[in-house]
């Protein structure tokens, strides 16, 4: 199951996806609504995490919109450090869950 990080600051989604990839999960990622917005309308996606410094505005309408393209499983996260611990730790069972339920 593909999944979709949503985060402001480059560095800290490279540093979830270069988790992800390193525990074999399947992940993309971007900075601005936007590209979010444009990801999700390929229907590939089936997780999606939003993490804490997008604003509640940004954060509500893409939740509605990955409801209406197929996502059905979306994660609220704010990372603190070791992000890789954290990932590990609060993210990954959570899209382990998501895929069982497929």
């Known amino acids: ?10 560095a800290r989604v490279t540093g979830v996806l270069d988790t992800f990839r390193a525990d074999g999960f399947d992940a993309e990622g971007v900075s601005t609504d936007e590209e ?3 990801l999700l309308a ?3 996606f089936g997780v999606l ?11 509500a309408s ?3 919109f ?3 393209h197929r996502v059905g499983r979306v994660i609220d996260g704010a990372l603190t450090a ?14 382990r869950e998501a895929i069982a339920a497929q």
């Open 82 to 95: 070791p992000f890789d611990v954290y990932v590990r730790r609060e993210f990954e069972p959570l899209i």
């Open 1 to 10: 199951m593909r999944t979709l990080v949503l985060g402001r600051t480059p």
């Open 66 to 68: 990955a409801a209406q």
């Open 36 to 38: 979010a917005l444009k």
């Open 62 to 64: 893409i939740k509605e």
């Open 42 to 44: 390929t229907e590939r």
């Open 49 to 59: 995490i939003i993490g804490g410094g997008v604003g509640p505005g940004s954060r």
